[in-house]
């Protein structure tokens, strides 16, 4: 089994940035392909980005894609989520999870297991 801790979440103004770890415990899992995804109250669980084991292939939401990168460090067992120009519509909490494979392309929720208990980010306007 593994668990996924998220940190590096705060508050930021618009523009600015912020890097979101996910770092894994355990010896199961954690090199399987991983993914970031926000919630804010109200609404499902949006997907933000993805990576798979190498690293070779990173897959990004189209309201992202730009301005975030997903990267890792498979020997600090750590996902890293750079947001750069952050704005308020970006305000979430972030969760992280391992993917588990499908036919939704990394996108879909039911897709993934382990999810960590997210990181709130808050960019003010």
């Known amino acids: 089994q593994v668990q996924l801790v998220e940190s590096g979440g705060g508050l930021v103004q618009t523009g600015g940035s912020l890097k979101l770890s996910c770092v894994a415990s355990g010896r199961s899992f954690v090199n399987y392909p991983r993914g970031w995804f926000r919630r804010v109250p109200g609404k499902e669980r949006e997907f933000v980005a993805a990576?798979?084991?190498?690293?070779?292939?990173?897959y990004y939401s189209d309201s992202v894609k730009g301005r975030f990168t997903i990267s890792r460090d498979n020997a600090k067992k750590t996902v890293y989520l750079q947001m750069n120009s952050l704005k308020p519509e970006d305000t979430a909490v972030y969760y992280c999870a391992v993917y588990f494979g499908g036919s939704s392309g990394f996108t879909s929720i039911y897709e993934y297991r382990y999810w960590g208990q997210g990181t709130q980010v808050t960019v003010s306007s």
């Open positions: 990576i798979d084991w190498t690293a070779d292939n990173t």
